[in-house]
């Protein structure tokens, strides 16, 4: 059975850093393609950054320069290093697994930036 398994959210004051982390067992097969989303109260989900199979990032312009997407193929994770947190960057944060015949989503994990 495939699992994907999210951690490392939390609460954290504003200028802080996290580190999110999602884990996919169960699946011998490739991934193509990780996503991290978001979606704060209220709002409707956003997409905020992606890696590919060969290691290229994107970035949300919100984002650009403070959020970093890395993967480690070994441990088949993924890694969301975020810093200099904003108020506005709370939100419920997923990661989306996509594979070529089926994608997966996390669970999700709560980041609150707060003073």
Do not use: H
């Amino acid at each position: 059975q495939v699992q994907m398994v999210e951690s490392g959210g939390g609460l954290v004051q504003p200028g802080g850093t996290l580190r999110l982390s999602c884990s996919v067992s169960g699946t011998s097969s490739s991934l193509k393609l990780m996503n991290w989303y978001r979606q704060a109260p209220g709002k409707e989900r956003e997409w905020v950054a992606d890696i590919t199979s060969v290691g290229s990032t994107n970035y949300a312009d919100s984002v650009k320069g403070r959020f970093t997407v890395s993967r480690d193929n070994p441990r088949n994770t993924v890694y969301l290093q975020m810093t200099s947190l904003k108020p506005e960057d709370t939100a419920v944060y997923y990661c989306k697994a996509e594979y070529a015949t089926f994608s997966l989503w996390g669970q999700g994990t709560q980041v609150t930036v707060s003073s």
